[in-house]
Protein backbone atom coordinates (compact mmCIF):
# COMPACT_ATOMS: atom_id res chain seq x y z
CA UNK A 1 0.00 0.00 0.00
CA UNK A 2 1.76 3.42 -1.50
CA UNK A 3 -0.07 6.94 -0.34
CA UNK A 4 -0.08 8.41 -3.81
CA UNK A 5 -1.36 12.53 -4.25
CA UNK A 6 -2.83 12.61 -7.60
CA UNK A 7 -2.84 16.59 -9.10
CA UNK A 8 -5.66 17.01 -11.39
CA UNK A 9 -7.52 13.98 -10.20
CA UNK A 10 -10.94 15.70 -10.60
CA UNK A 11 -10.49 15.30 -14.23
CA UNK A 12 -10.86 12.25 -16.90
CA UNK A 13 -7.90 10.60 -16.49
CA UNK A 14 -6.98 11.49 -13.09
CA UNK A 15 -10.43 10.29 -11.96
CA UNK A 16 -10.14 7.35 -13.57
CA UNK A 17 -6.53 6.58 -12.17
CA UNK A 18 -7.18 7.24 -8.41
CA UNK A 19 -10.44 4.85 -9.12
CA UNK A 20 -7.47 2.01 -9.43
CA UNK A 21 -5.29 2.97 -7.69
CA UNK A 22 -7.82 2.81 -4.40
CA UNK A 23 -8.93 -0.33 -5.76
CA UNK A 24 -5.50 -2.08 -5.60
CA UNK A 25 -5.18 -0.91 -1.94
CA UNK A 26 -3.38 2.57 -2.21
CA UNK A 27 -4.36 5.56 0.09
CA UNK A 28 -4.72 8.29 -2.54
CA UNK A 29 -4.85 12.71 -1.95
CA UNK A 30 -6.17 14.05 -4.47
CA UNK A 31 -5.56 17.56 -6.00
CA UNK A 32 -7.31 20.49 -8.26
CA UNK A 33 -8.90 23.30 -8.03
CA UNK A 34 -11.99 22.06 -10.01
CA UNK A 35 -11.07 25.12 -13.13
CA UNK A 36 -11.91 21.79 -15.79
CA UNK A 37 -12.48 18.88 -13.53
CA UNK A 38 -15.33 18.03 -11.47
CA UNK A 39 -16.37 16.78 -8.00
CA UNK A 40 -18.89 14.15 -10.16
CA UNK A 41 -15.91 12.29 -11.81
CA UNK A 42 -14.84 11.47 -8.13
CA UNK A 43 -17.36 11.50 -5.77
CA UNK A 44 -18.22 8.12 -5.84
CA UNK A 45 -14.88 7.77 -4.07
CA UNK A 46 -15.57 9.83 -1.39
CA UNK A 47 -16.16 6.74 1.09
CA UNK A 48 -12.34 5.64 0.26
CA UNK A 49 -9.25 6.01 1.61
CA UNK A 50 -9.41 9.07 -0.30
CA UNK A 51 -8.69 12.60 0.56
CA UNK A 52 -9.38 15.68 -1.53
CA UNK A 53 -7.67 19.13 -1.35
CA UNK A 54 -9.21 21.92 -3.44
CA UNK A 55 -6.31 23.69 -4.53
CA UNK A 56 -4.49 25.20 -7.23
CA UNK A 57 -1.15 23.78 -7.82
CA UNK A 58 0.51 27.17 -9.42
CA UNK A 59 0.57 27.94 -5.74
CA UNK A 60 2.66 25.85 -3.01
CA UNK A 61 1.30 22.68 -2.18
CA UNK A 62 1.31 21.06 1.30
CA UNK A 63 0.51 18.05 1.82
CA UNK A 64 0.76 16.50 5.22
CA UNK A 65 2.50 13.09 5.97
CA UNK A 66 3.91 10.82 4.33
CA UNK A 67 3.65 10.42 0.34
CA UNK A 68 4.98 7.65 -1.77
CA UNK A 69 4.38 8.80 -5.01
CA UNK A 70 3.18 12.36 -6.29
CA UNK A 71 1.38 11.93 -10.01
CA UNK A 72 1.31 15.31 -12.06
CA UNK A 73 -1.94 15.58 -14.55
CA UNK A 74 -3.26 19.06 -13.44
CA UNK A 75 -3.62 21.05 -16.77
CA UNK A 76 -5.84 22.02 -19.15
CA UNK A 77 -5.65 19.18 -21.67
CA UNK A 78 -8.62 20.22 -24.79
CA UNK A 79 -7.80 23.14 -27.46
CA UNK A 80 -11.32 24.66 -25.94
CA UNK A 81 -9.61 25.26 -22.33
CA UNK A 82 -6.22 26.34 -22.86
CA UNK A 83 -7.28 29.13 -25.81
CA UNK A 84 -9.79 30.08 -23.52
CA UNK A 85 -7.32 30.36 -20.75
CA UNK A 86 -3.85 30.60 -22.29
CA UNK A 87 -1.90 31.86 -19.04
CA UNK A 88 -3.53 29.19 -16.66
CA UNK A 89 -2.45 26.95 -18.63
CA UNK A 90 1.33 28.29 -19.43
CA UNK A 91 1.01 28.20 -15.56
CA UNK A 92 0.46 25.23 -14.58
CA UNK A 93 2.76 23.64 -16.57
CA UNK A 94 5.48 26.00 -15.24
CA UNK A 95 4.74 26.73 -11.74
CA UNK A 96 2.62 23.69 -11.05
CA UNK A 97 4.95 21.20 -11.81
CA UNK A 98 7.65 23.00 -10.12
CA UNK A 99 5.59 23.08 -7.20
CA UNK A 100 4.48 19.35 -7.54
CA UNK A 101 8.13 18.75 -8.13
CA UNK A 102 8.91 20.36 -4.84
CA UNK A 103 6.56 17.99 -2.89
CA UNK A 104 8.12 15.16 -4.42
CA UNK A 105 11.59 16.50 -3.07
CA UNK A 106 10.58 16.97 -0.11
CA UNK A 107 8.75 13.59 0.85
CA UNK A 108 11.78 11.76 -0.97
CA UNK A 109 8.28 10.17 -3.03
CA UNK A 110 9.01 9.00 -6.92
CA UNK A 111 7.36 11.60 -9.39
CA UNK A 112 5.81 10.74 -12.71
CA UNK A 113 4.82 13.51 -15.05
CA UNK A 114 1.36 13.33 -17.61
CA UNK A 115 3.02 14.66 -20.82
CA UNK A 116 1.45 14.52 -23.88
CA UNK A 117 1.98 13.66 -27.60
CA UNK A 118 1.58 17.69 -28.00
CA UNK A 119 5.49 17.57 -27.61
CA UNK A 120 5.74 16.57 -31.24
CA UNK A 121 3.63 19.38 -32.22
CA UNK A 122 2.92 18.93 -36.18
CA UNK A 123 5.61 15.76 -36.60
CA UNK A 124 7.60 15.55 -39.37
CA UNK A 125 8.16 12.19 -38.27
CA UNK A 126 5.80 9.32 -38.69
CA UNK A 127 5.09 7.36 -36.32
CA UNK A 128 6.32 9.29 -33.62
CA UNK A 129 9.06 7.89 -31.36
CA UNK A 130 10.90 9.13 -27.80
CA UNK A 131 13.38 10.42 -29.83
CA UNK A 132 11.82 12.63 -31.97
CA UNK A 133 12.36 16.43 -30.72
CA UNK A 134 9.32 17.93 -32.74
CA UNK A 135 7.92 20.55 -35.39
CA UNK A 136 6.02 23.29 -32.33
CA UNK A 137 5.33 26.51 -33.22
CA UNK A 138 6.36 28.42 -30.02
CA UNK A 139 3.87 31.46 -30.75
CA UNK A 140 0.78 29.86 -32.08
CA UNK A 141 -2.05 29.79 -30.59
CA UNK A 142 -1.59 26.04 -29.47
CA UNK A 143 2.10 26.90 -28.12
CA UNK A 144 0.40 27.71 -24.59
CA UNK A 145 -0.35 24.50 -24.02
CA UNK A 146 2.50 22.83 -26.14
CA UNK A 147 5.68 24.64 -24.50
CA UNK A 148 4.36 24.52 -21.21
CA UNK A 149 4.45 20.55 -21.61
CA UNK A 150 8.09 20.72 -23.06
CA UNK A 151 8.90 22.48 -20.07
CA UNK A 152 7.23 20.55 -17.43
CA UNK A 153 9.46 17.60 -19.39
CA UNK A 154 12.60 19.88 -19.38
CA UNK A 155 12.06 21.02 -15.54
CA UNK A 156 11.66 17.00 -14.69
CA UNK A 157 14.47 15.91 -15.95
CA UNK A 158 16.05 18.82 -14.21
CA UNK A 159 15.20 17.92 -10.94
CA UNK A 160 16.10 14.45 -11.75
CA UNK A 161 19.67 15.47 -12.58
CA UNK A 162 20.32 17.91 -10.59
CA UNK A 163 18.86 16.78 -7.21
CA UNK A 164 18.76 13.10 -7.66
CA UNK A 165 15.23 12.58 -8.18
CA UNK A 166 13.23 9.79 -8.94
CA UNK A 167 11.49 10.69 -12.03
CA UNK A 168 9.29 8.99 -14.78
CA UNK A 169 7.24 10.83 -18.01
CA UNK A 170 4.62 9.61 -19.69
CA UNK A 171 3.51 11.21 -23.26
CA UNK A 172 -0.08 10.57 -23.34
CA UNK A 173 -1.45 10.28 -26.65
CA UNK A 174 -5.31 10.69 -27.79
CA UNK A 175 -7.77 9.14 -25.11
CA UNK A 176 -11.14 8.76 -24.81
CA UNK A 177 -13.50 6.89 -22.75
CA UNK A 178 -16.81 8.00 -19.93
CA UNK A 179 -16.32 11.23 -18.09
CA UNK A 180 -14.97 13.46 -20.71
CA UNK A 181 -16.56 16.58 -21.00
CA UNK A 182 -19.76 16.70 -23.91
CA UNK A 183 -18.16 20.61 -24.69
CA UNK A 184 -14.48 19.25 -24.22
CA UNK A 185 -14.07 20.07 -27.93
CA UNK A 186 -11.68 17.31 -28.81
CA UNK A 187 -12.94 14.77 -31.75
CA UNK A 188 -14.46 11.99 -30.07
CA UNK A 189 -16.96 13.73 -27.07
CA UNK A 190 -17.91 16.13 -29.72
CA UNK A 191 -19.09 14.01 -32.47
CA UNK A 192 -20.51 11.57 -30.13
CA UNK A 193 -22.80 14.97 -28.52
CA UNK A 194 -23.51 16.03 -31.87
CA UNK A 195 -24.55 12.53 -33.11
CA UNK A 196 -26.81 11.63 -30.16
CA UNK A 197 -28.10 15.07 -30.94
CA UNK A 198 -28.90 14.10 -34.86
CA UNK A 199 -26.72 17.73 -34.91
CA UNK A 200 -24.51 18.09 -38.20
CA UNK A 201 -21.21 16.47 -37.08
CA UNK A 202 -18.43 19.41 -37.37
CA UNK A 203 -14.99 18.24 -38.83
CA UNK A 204 -12.43 20.55 -38.74
CA UNK A 205 -10.35 20.37 -42.18
CA UNK A 206 -11.31 17.86 -44.60
CA UNK A 207 -10.93 15.06 -42.17
CA UNK A 208 -8.04 13.18 -43.74
CA UNK A 209 -5.69 13.93 -40.63
CA UNK A 210 -5.26 11.40 -38.39
CA UNK A 211 -5.23 10.32 -34.75
CA UNK A 212 -4.61 7.14 -32.38
CA UNK A 213 -7.00 6.63 -29.80
CA UNK A 214 -6.60 4.87 -27.18
CA UNK A 215 -9.14 3.55 -24.60
CA UNK A 216 -8.81 4.69 -21.11
CA UNK A 217 -8.60 1.68 -19.41
CA UNK A 218 -5.32 1.00 -21.63
CA UNK A 219 -3.86 4.16 -21.01
CA UNK A 220 -4.32 4.12 -17.05
CA UNK A 221 -2.41 -0.03 -17.20
CA UNK A 222 0.46 1.83 -18.74
CA UNK A 223 1.19 4.76 -16.16
CA UNK A 224 0.73 2.24 -13.44
CA UNK A 225 3.18 -0.21 -15.49
CA UNK A 226 5.42 3.12 -15.77
CA UNK A 227 4.95 3.97 -12.41
CA UNK A 228 6.69 0.72 -11.16
CA UNK A 229 9.38 1.14 -13.97
CA UNK A 230 12.73 1.44 -13.57
CA UNK A 231 13.17 4.20 -16.65
CA UNK A 232 13.30 7.78 -16.38
CA UNK A 233 12.70 8.65 -20.20
CA UNK A 234 10.12 9.86 -21.82
CA UNK A 235 7.41 6.74 -22.67
CA UNK A 236 4.41 7.16 -25.32
CA UNK A 237 1.43 5.74 -23.76
CA UNK A 238 -1.10 5.47 -26.69
CA UNK A 239 -3.32 2.77 -29.21
CA UNK A 240 -0.57 2.98 -32.50
CA UNK A 241 -4.00 1.92 -34.56
CA UNK A 242 -4.36 5.20 -36.80
CA UNK A 243 -7.47 6.55 -37.69
CA UNK A 244 -9.02 9.26 -39.99
CA UNK A 245 -10.77 12.16 -38.28
CA UNK A 246 -13.50 11.55 -41.29
CA UNK A 247 -13.77 7.97 -40.40
CA UNK A 248 -14.02 8.29 -36.62
CA UNK A 249 -16.91 10.66 -37.13
CA UNK A 250 -18.37 7.75 -39.53
CA UNK A 251 -17.74 5.30 -36.79
CA UNK A 252 -19.72 7.34 -34.55
CA UNK A 253 -22.68 8.33 -36.48
CA UNK A 254 -22.87 4.60 -37.39
CA UNK A 255 -22.81 3.55 -34.07
CA UNK A 256 -25.55 5.60 -32.45
CA UNK A 257 -28.15 5.29 -35.89
CA UNK A 258 -27.75 8.96 -36.02
CA UNK A 259 -29.23 10.87 -38.67
CA UNK A 260 -26.96 13.16 -38.73
CA UNK A 261 -24.41 15.14 -41.31
CA UNK A 262 -20.66 15.60 -41.56
CA UNK A 263 -20.35 18.86 -42.15
CA UNK A 264 -16.55 20.70 -42.90
CA UNK A 265 -14.95 23.71 -41.08
CA UNK A 266 -11.65 25.22 -41.56
CA UNK A 267 -8.74 23.62 -39.55
CA UNK A 268 -7.36 25.32 -36.84
CA UNK A 269 -3.79 27.12 -36.95
CA UNK A 270 -0.85 24.58 -36.55
CA UNK A 271 -3.57 21.24 -35.71
CA UNK A 272 -1.60 18.67 -36.37
CA UNK A 273 -1.97 16.67 -39.71
CA UNK A 274 -0.88 13.30 -38.10
CA UNK A 275 -0.54 11.41 -34.58
CA UNK A 276 0.44 8.06 -34.29
CA UNK A 277 2.78 6.64 -31.52
CA UNK A 278 5.61 4.26 -31.55
CA UNK A 279 5.13 2.12 -28.57
CA UNK A 280 7.83 0.35 -29.01
CA UNK A 281 9.67 1.54 -26.16
CA UNK A 282 6.49 1.00 -23.40
CA UNK A 283 6.52 -2.74 -25.11
CA UNK A 284 9.74 -3.27 -24.57
CA UNK A 285 10.31 -1.31 -21.22
CA UNK A 286 7.14 -2.03 -19.75
CA UNK A 287 5.65 -5.00 -21.02
CA UNK A 288 2.79 -3.33 -22.23
CA UNK A 289 0.28 -2.78 -25.38
CA UNK A 290 -3.67 -1.50 -25.86
CA UNK A 291 -6.24 -4.40 -26.07
CA UNK A 292 -9.18 -2.36 -26.11
CA UNK A 293 -10.23 -2.06 -29.93
CA UNK A 294 -11.88 1.26 -31.13
CA UNK A 295 -15.29 0.33 -31.89
CA UNK A 296 -15.27 -2.00 -28.24
CA UNK A 297 -13.54 1.43 -26.47
CA UNK A 298 -16.56 3.92 -28.46
CA UNK A 299 -19.05 1.55 -27.20
CA UNK A 300 -18.20 1.73 -23.82
CA UNK A 301 -18.71 5.08 -23.68
CA UNK A 302 -21.31 5.92 -25.96
CA UNK A 303 -23.73 4.81 -22.78
CA UNK A 304 -21.86 7.56 -20.80
CA UNK A 305 -22.15 10.22 -23.64
CA UNK A 306 -25.77 9.33 -24.18
CA UNK A 307 -26.97 9.76 -20.21
CA UNK A 308 -25.65 13.08 -20.58
CA UNK A 309 -27.08 14.06 -23.10
CA UNK A 310 -30.74 12.97 -22.09
CA UNK A 311 -30.08 14.48 -18.96
CA UNK A 312 -30.06 17.87 -21.28
CA UNK A 313 -26.16 19.04 -20.50
Given at each position: MARIVVTGAAGFIGSHLCEVLLDRGDSVVAIDNLRTGAMANIAHLRDRDFEFIRHDVTRYIDVEGPVDFVLHFASPASPVDYLEIPIQTLKVGSLGTHNALGLAKAKGARFLLASTSEVYGDPLVHPQ?????????????????????????????????????????????????????????????????????????????????????????????????????????????????????????????????????????????????????????????????????????????????KTKVDAGL
Open positions: DESYWGNVNPIGPRGVYDEAKRFAEAITLAYHRYHGLDTRIVRIFNTYGPRMRLHDGRAVPAFMSQALRGEDVTIFGDGTQTRSFCFITDLVDGLLRLMASSTNDPVNIGNPHEVSIEAIARTIVGLVNSKSRLVYRPLPVDDPKQRQPDITRARTLLGWEPKVGLEEGLTKTVGYF
